[in-house]
Structures are given as structure tokens and as C-alpha cells.
């Protein structure tokens, strides 16, 4: 019979010994009764998202956890950007995160244009109307200074370099195209950021912002171009009746749409440590109603450990675990829980170190794992998962993969 | 932070259970507890340097210990000696092994010539001057009779048999091409081998060993015909300032050279079991004052081992155990050691079993494993590493692999 899937992602799970804390991980660290239960009843291993020794993006270690080989449809961040803002893709158009920025005497001072916090639909009017030798331009605002362009039609590139100078104190780089195909993007980019930092430069809003003593918003940068390649559907390849995504995160969004799953936007859910977790889980198990798979991701935990806090990364994986009651004990239901990545607070960044990974329903082949670590995990029943292996052990373990051959 | 390295390949490590060291293998049976601490505080695994059930080279092992997939890199043995030997290389340059035999009436009567002990200064002027239809010839002796062969120039081919009958009492076997690229190669080899042997006929040399009744060096066998391939410089790769390799043995001298590494010639280095393994410690810890990482070759276990000497085997791992010490402890320095291959004693050639694997930094992710041997390393945190996995796991714990993706 089929089983449904709830996966749950803890981004940042995986860490290293921290001397502070005896030499614990923090998730070895933190009291978590819920998960220790659930490592004890189910199957355990470890997780290495794209191979050992790569440190994973959260692009491309969601891509994978979704069974997209990365190293195959992975082009970039800007297509992520652009799904988690709802807008549109056909393969072949390029999309790209922009920053507003502030250059004066040609030398870019501020690569956030002092963090707008002001409501930025005024300044987001200078993508109106733009259209270059037939190639459409969409632009979305995301949060302060940040938003993301795509360009629709046919002959583009994303094989072209970034305008951002990435260090302030020097002027915006010369966008170059990395191969010959990728002239005409090129060329339409450069028309593109002329024209809206020509309306840039003649807003209202930045004249107010000038007149405050504020950073004006008068140039555009532009970074990770990606093109829209085709995904194959998510819930056509697991043979499922509905995919959800609970996230707070556009990044995680973005990834989810890109498989084709439905978005829930959950109030509270903010993608940040202050996010309703609670709200969530609830939000999870209406979804399980009627979906066949709901992808739960939490964040949390990766913030704090970019941050170095050990502290609130404990906390925050004892408040997952406090939450996690109503996701256990379910029948028919195939709960799977692990990382898309390690960040240890020492290194404030991604490692390539595996995360622990768990999988309960009932009468699964369970281990003598008895709780949920880095180290536990080690002697678990699944072994050493990689790239899209876990989403298809997961898929297998709920009878929703196909058998090869007779 | 980024760590420097140092890379402990101990030659023909692993070992099967001996009936005669109680069933256990040499590195179970040696008193090693400098390898037990340091897996004691580090993560263990198991290390399959091709793949499981293939039994390594020397020469392919080393290139995945290094991070080049043998099935792209590898082309045959000849290239390795050359490089060793310090030999120039382009790409396109095809290297053979070489052997001075004697042939008897147009039979091999000995494939070493009586393994010629004589300075043979005199023997390899025959290669003088060498040059047919635009391809340069280079000739370096190695040890004894053997010796290495290049030819430089474009047009060339290593897709071509050997004319070393392999048995003696057989007449040289004749070189043939395998794919129709390969005939201007089989020409210009057999006019080479006509011209040598034609001036080794008439040297003093061949002279004064049949007048002392010495087996007179008058013919080539040439074998391990391979080309030249462009190896992405491992410096580079990893972002490494300076790589050194320590090793007695030509061949690891020219794995390193071909990857871009600088050979250090320690005095007392022989590739032997009577090699000063405490020299060849000390220079790595010199190497390692400028040099982001060291390659430490230890070669006499494999020899043992090739003999069947469990006895030797067992007393060779005591004697490296004994000269580790200075290599633990740096702070910032990830340690890693670990075998090419195994060498059973009783198979006296090398096995597909994988060899155990340490690593160890202040605050790794230690597991419980706490011997280092074939059996203990089981259950370590590495879980199983598969060819180049091993070199990027390290190079992952160094903070020296780049991120993929976002």
C-alpha cells in the first residue's frame, strides 16, 4: 500500500564538537526527547546531499533532496529566486537576483543602497514597460534592497558574468559574455541597466531619499543568472495525489515550485528563528489531508549557526523538537527527518560533513540507533545516503517508487 | 579557516587474517598505539581506492588518492616512470618501460639481461642522438636493467602491444597497433629498437660481458606504452600554497610530479623497508612549514607483503607507528592516513579489500572507532569512501573544497 511522506528539513543541521558545550554538537547538545524517541523506533543513517567533501548550497542540496541531480539541473540562483516569487518561467529565460545599489563618481559606495526599508513599489515602477529586440523583462521586489529579473524569450545566455563589483570602493564590473552565444544577453542587459538607472536617476523617491541624507537607489546590480531548464514533476515521478511546501524561506519556496510542488504560506512562518513553528507543523498536517507529501523545511537553525551562536542553535532545535508530537503515530504515514546540509557555528558557513538523517512508520526495519546525532546516526540501518538516494529511499520505504525490471 | 594537510599513504596497507598472528592481520597483530590513539580522537572509515572488488595499481591508486578518476587519467604505467625519472612530458609524448634482455639465437634468454648491476652509463649512450620522421627520443636507466623510454612529437599513439614475450624461451613478440592511429607509432618503434640493438651489438660493454661469460644486454623490451594527458595542476585544484611529496619509490615521485606536486628528495628515503622513516617524518614537517600540504609515502609494508613476510609486515607497521608522533598535535593541520590498496601476505599481490582510513583535527567529528585496523574502522563516521571521495572528504575537512552552488 501507499504510503504518504512527510519530509522535514532542518537546514544547518549537521555541526561539529564545540569545546563549550563538552565537545557536543549542538544537536547533541539539546534536549530533544521527540527526535531521540523517533531515532530510537526508526531508521537512521547519514546524508551527504551533493557528494563527500562538497559543501552544499541550500539550492542545490534542496534540488537534490527533491531528486534533481544538481550537477544536471542546477544553472544557478537567480531561477530559485524567481519561483519563490511567483514568477512565471519557460526554459530558456534567464533570470538573476538584483541588489539596488548607490554609485557616486562611479564607484559603488553601497551595494544595498542603505537597506531600503522604505516601501519600494515606487522605485520597483522603473521595470514597467521594458522590452529589448523582443525579449520581455519581468522584475519582482523581494525584501529591502533586494529583487529579482528575469528575461523572457528566446537566444539568451546564462553563461555571462556579474555587473556587482562584490567589494565596495570599486565601480560596477563590465558584464562579459563567457561564451559566443551569450553576446546578445549581454547586450540586452546593458541596454537594460542604461534605461533603469535612467529612470532611477530622475524618481522622486530617490529625491526624497537624497533629501533625507539618505543613500539613493541609482544603480542596479545584478548576479547569479540561471536559465529555466525543465524540471521534471515532483509528484509525477513519486506517482503522488499532491505536493506541499511549508517554508518560510523564498529559497526553499522557490525549489519547491521549480518541482512543481504547491506553496502554503503559513502566517507566522518567516523563515527566520522568530518563525511560528508551531503554526507549521498544524499547517503540515492539514496539507497530509490531502496531499500525498508535504516538504516542511525550518531555518532557524542554519541562521544561527552563520551567526556562530551555538546557544540559539541548541534552542532552536529543542523548539523543533517540542513542536514535532503531532507529525509522530500517524499510520500510513512514512516521517522522515534530516538536514540539507552541516553548518558549523565554528566555520559560520556550509561543510561538506553528512547530517543525520531518521525515517519512522510503523513497523519500519528499525535500528539500534536511540538517538537523533551526527554521531549516533553513524551506525544506522540506511548507511551513508547520497545526493538523490535519500529522497528515493524515503520514496521506496512509502512503496511509491517503481521496480526495475520483472 | 583553511588547514594545511598531510596525507600518510602507507603502502599495501590492509591485510586479510593470518592463521599464524592468531586470525588477525598484520596491522591488527603490530603493537601500534601511536594509529589507535590518533583513531581513538579522530573519524575512521574504509577506503576503496578504484572500486569495490577491483584490485588497485599502485599508479591508479595514487591518481585517485590525488583526485583524477583512473578511467579519465590513467594511460598506462609508462608516463609514471617517466615523471618519476624527471623525464619532461607534453601532452601527446608517449612512455614505455623499458628492459635490456638477452636474445639467444632469437629467443629470450633472459628479460633482465642478467640483471645487469654494472654502471650502465655506458649502455645508455645507445639512445644517443635518436630521431625518426620528426620524433624525438629521450632514454632515462632506472635501477639495474630497467629503464624508461619517451618519444616527443605529434601524431603518436599508446594503443600498441609490447614486444616482451613475458616468458622466456620465447622469441620477442611483435608490436603491433591496435587502432590504425597507432601504425606510425609501431614504425618509428621498431626502427628505434633495429637502431639500439644494432649499437648494442658492437658496444664494449656487450663485449666484456660475454668475455667475463655474463649475459651480454642486447636487446629492448619495451612495455606500458602510455600517453602524455594534461592533469589539472592539485594545487590549484585545492587552492593549496605549495605541495610536496616525500616518498622513496619512483613511481609516488612520479604520481606527484604529474600532479603537480614538488618531489623532496630525503636522504635515507629508499622506497624500502630499510628506509629512514624518521627522516622522511622530519622533512614533512619541514615541507609542511611552507607548503599547505605533504604527501608522506611509507612503501616497505607493500614489499613485506609481496614476499608473504606477515612477520616483516606486522614489524614495519610497528616501525612506522614509532615515528608518527611529531605529526600529531600541529593545530590547524587536518592529518590523514591511510593505504593505496591492501596486500594480503598470503595472496603476495594486491586485493580489492579496502584499507582502513583515519583523519584527525582538534575538534573532529570523532566517532567511537578506537584501533586503527581493517576490522575497527568498520563502523567509523567515513562510513565508506570510494575513489576520489577520499581526497575531497580530506580536502572538505580543510575548509578547501568550494561550495557548489548557493
Known amino acids: 500500500m501507499k504510503k504518504k511522506v512527510i519530509l522535514v528539513i532542518i537546514d544547518g543541521l549537521g555541526d561539529l564538537p564545540i569545546p563549550e558545550l563538552d565537545h557536543k554538537t549542538p544537536l547533541e547538545s539539546a534536549n530533544t526527547p521527540m527526535l531521540d524517541m523517533l531515532a530510537s523506533k526508526g531508521i537512521c543513517g547519514m546524508n551527504t546531499t551533493i557528494a563527500p567533501g562538497i559543501p552544499p548550497g541550500s539550492d542545490t542540496a ?3 533532496l527533491f531528486g534533481y541531480d544538481p550537477k544536471k539541473y542546477y544553472t544557478g540562483r537567480g531561477i530559485f529566486e524567481a519561483a519563490g516569487l511567483g514568477i512565471p518561467l519557460k526554459p530558456g529565460d534567464i533570470a538573476f537576483r538584483t541588489n539596488y545599489a548607490t554609485v557616486k ?3 559603488v559606495v553601497d551595494r544595498r543602497a542603505g537597506r531600503i526599508n522604505d516601501d519600494d513599489n515606487e522605485l520597483a515602477k522603473v521595470f514597467t514597460d521594458l522590452e529589448f529586440d523582443g525579449i520581455i523583462i519581468t522584475y519582482k521586489p523581494s525584501v529591502e534592497h533586494r529583487g529579482c529579473l528575469v528575461l523572457h524569450g528566446n537566444g539568451l545566455s546564462d553563461k555571462i558574468t556579474s555587473n556587482d563589483p562584490k567589494i565596495e570602493g570599486n565601480p560596477p564590473a563590465t558584464i562579459q559574455a563567457l561564451d559566443n552565444d551569450a553576446d546578445k544577453t549581454v547586450q540586452i542587459l546593458s541596454k537594460l541597466i542604461n534605461e533603469v538607472e535612467t529612470r532611477l536617476g530622475i524618481l522622486d523617491f530617490n529625491k526624497r531619499r537624497v533629501a533625507e541624507d539618505k543613500l539613493p537607489a541609482n544603480a542596479l546590480l545584478v ?9 521534471p514533476n515532483f509528484q509525477k515521478k513519486y506517482g ?4 506541499s511546501c511549508i517554508a518560510g524561506g523564498a529559497l526553499y519556496k522557490g525549489a519547491a515550485t521549480l518541482a512543481g510542488m504547491s506553496v502554503i504560506n503559513v502566517q507566522g512562518a518567516t523563515g527566520r528563528v522568530d518563525s511560528d513553528l508551531k503554526a507549521k507543523v498544524t499547517a503540515s498536517i492539514q496539507s497530509l489531508e490531502n496531499d500525498d507529501f508535504v516538504f516542511l523545511h525550518f531555518k532557524g537553525a542554519d541562521n544561527e549557526a552563520h551567526d556562530g551562536n551555538f546557544i540559539g542553535k541548541t534552542q532552536f532545535l529543542e523548539r523543533i523538537d517540542s513542536v514535532l508530537e503531532p507529525l ?3 499510520e500510513n504515514v512514512v ?3 534530516t538536514g540539507d546540509h552541516s553548518t558549523p557555528c565554528s566555520l559560520r558557513d556550509h561543510s561538506a560533513d553528512p547530517t543525520p538523517i531518521l525515517i519512522y512508520f510503523p513497523n519500519c526495519r528499525n535500528d539500534k540507533v536511540d538517538t537523533f546525532s551526527e554521531r549516533s546516526a553513524i551506525s544506522g540501518g540506511l548507511g551513508h545516503l547520497r545526493g538523490t538516494d535519500t529522497i528515493n529511499t524515503i520514496m521506496g520505504m512509502a512503496n511509491r517508487t517503481k521496480k526495475f525490471g520483472a
Chains 1, 2 share one sequence.
Open 335 to 337: 516521517l522522515a527527518i
Open 223 to 231: 548576479r547569479g543568472a540561471s536559465s529555466a531548464v525543465n524540471f
Open 105 to 107: 563618481n562611479g564607484i
Open 328 to 330: 509522530t503515530g500517524m
Open 62 to 64: 534542496h534540488l537534490s
Open 240 to 243: 503522488l495525489k499532491g505536493a
